[in-house]
C-alpha cells in the first residue's frame, strides 16, 4: 500500500468518528429539547417547606359539603348538682340509695315514719301551704298536682292554694298513706328542680333528723357533657353548634351544644407542676340520643364541636397545599398531558377529622388532581 493511501484511509476513519460523534451530539441535544418540550409547564424546582425529592401521589379535587370541627376533652355525666335538705324532726326512718333515681310525687325519704314527697320546683318548701296562700311556692304545688294527676288540669299555671288545691292535695295525701288534711305542711314535701339521681347520701338510717340539715346529694337524670373550652375558643364555638361524642368505648353519638359560658375560670391547679394555668369556659353538651350514653358518670369522652358548614365548596387535602414564598398558598396541579402547573387558592373552611380544606381560586376545578405527598 503506498503511502497515498494509507494517509487517505486514516482521513476517512478520522471523518466517521467525527460523524459518529456529531450523531451522538445531535441525540442528546434532541432528548434535551424533548425533555424541556415534556416539561415546559413543570412548576418551579421548589415551593416553600416542599422537598422534591419525596415521594408523591395524587388526589381529586371535589365539591362536597365541609365542616370545620374544634375538638376538645369532655366530661359525660348527669345535670345539675343539687342537695337535699329536711326539714322534719325526728328519726330517719327511710333513706334513699345512692344511684336511686326519684320522680316527682315520689316518696324522696321518711321521718318517723311520715314520708317527704318530691315534688318538682325551683323554690324550695319554706311554709306551710294552706287555703288562701299564694305565690311561686304555690304555682309550682299546682303544676305539680295537675302534672301528677291529683288536680284538674285547670290547676296549672295559678299561683293561689285554692279549694281545687286542698281537694288535690287530699288525693295526695291518700295515696301516700298519711292524714288527709288538705294542707301541706314544710315538713312533708321537698322541692327540686327536676326527678333526681341521688349521689351522695350523708344521713344515717335511725339517725336523728335536724331541720334544714343536708341529707343527701343528687343530680338530675338529664344526661349531659361538660366541655372545659379554652377560654379563646369561646367565640368559636355557640349556642345549636352540632356535635360529636366519642365515648370511652370509641362508639359516637350526636349532641348539640345546649349552654356557653360567659365567665373564665382559672385552672384549679394551675401552681401545680405540669398544669396549664389557661382559663377555661364551660360549655354544656346535650346527647341528641341520651339512652345511647349509657350510664357513666364523670366518664372522660372526645367532643367535635361543629362550628362552621359550607355546601358545594371545593375541597382538596391539607397535604396538597404548598406555602408559595412572599406569602399565600398554591396547589400542584396534574394536567391531562401530565406536565405540572402550580395554581395560586385561597383558603376557606379547614375540616381537621378528614384532613380537607376549603379552596376557590380561578386555576381550580372539580375533578382536577393535585400532587400530595405518597402514603
Known amino acids: ?208 333528723a335536724q331541720a334544714g340539715g343536708a341529707i343527701a346529694t343528687a343530680t338530675s337524670t338529664t344526661r349531659q357533657v361538660i366541655v372545659k373550652l379554652d377560654a379563646t375558643q369561646q367565640a368559636s364555638v355557640k349556642l345549636g353548634d352540632q356535635v360529636v361524642i366519642t365515648l370511652p368505648d370509641n362508639t359516637t353519638t350526636p349532641g348539640v351544644v345546649s349552654t356557653v359560658g360567659t365567665v373564665a375560670v382559672a385552672a384549679a391547679n394551675a401552681d401545680q407542676p405540669g398544669q396549664t394555668s389557661t382559663p377555661t369556659i364551660e360549655v354544656d353538651v346535650t346527647p341528641t340520643d341520651p339512652a345511647a350514653t349509657g350510664a357513666l358518670d364523670q366518664a372522660p369522652v372526645l367532643v367535635a364541636i361543629t362550628t362552621a358548614s359550607v355546601s358545594d365548596a371545593l375541597v382538596a387535602p391539607v397535604a396538597a397545599l404548598l406555602a408559595v414564598t412572599g406569602g399565600g398558598y398554591a396547589v400542584e396541579v396534574v394536567a391531562a398531558d401530565r406536565t405540572h402547573q402550580l395554581v395560586g387558592v385561597t383558603l376557606g373552611l379547614f375540616d381537621d377529622a378528614d384532613g380537607l380544606v376549603q379552596i376557590t381560586g380561578s386555576g381550580v376545578h372539580e375533578g382536577q388532581r393535585v400532587v400530595v405527598p405518597a402514603s
Open 1 to 208: 500500500m503506498s503511502g497515498e493511501e494509507l494517509i487517505s484511509r486514516e482521513r476517512r476513519g478520522v471523518s466517521r468518528r467525527i460523524i459518529v460523534v456529531l450523531v451522538v451530539a445531535v441525540v442528546v441535544v434532541g432528548a434535551a429539547v424533548a425533555g424541556v418540550a415534556l416539561f415546559g409547564q413543570k412548576a418551579p424546582a421548589k415551593a416553600a417547606g416542599i422537598d422534591n425529592a419525596a415521594a408523591t401521589s395524587t388526589a381529586t379535587i371535589a365539591k362536597r359539603s365541609l365542616s370545620a370541627q374544634t375538638n376538645v376533652s369532655a366530661t359525660l355525666g348527669y345535670a345539675g348538682s343539687y342537695s337535699v335538705i329536711n326539714q322534719a324532726v325526728g328519726s330517719f326512718s327511710q333513706l334513699p340509695a345512692v344511684g336511686d333515681l326519684i320522680e316527682p310525687g315520689q316518696v324522696l325519704y321518711a321521718v318517723a315514719g311520715q314520708p317527704v314527697v318530691l315534688m318538682e320546683g325551683s323554690t324550695p318548701a319554706y311554709r306551710t301551704m294552706v287555703a288562701g296562700t299564694s305565690g311561686p311556692d304555690a304555682l309550682e304545688l299546682n303544676n305539680d298536682l295537675a302534672a301528677l294527676g291529683y288536680g284538674a288540669a285547670t290547676l296549672r299555671g295559678s299561683a293561689v292554694f285554692s279549694a281545687a288545691t286542698s281537694a288535690a292535695v287530699i288525693k295526695l295525701q291518700a295515696h301516700l298513706g298519711v292524714a288527709q288534711t288538705g294542707v301541706l305542711t314544710i315538713d312533708q314535701v321537698a322541692f327540686l328542680p327536676s326527678a333526681v339521681r341521688i349521689t351522695a347520701v350523708s344521713a344515717t338510717l335511725g339517725g336523728a
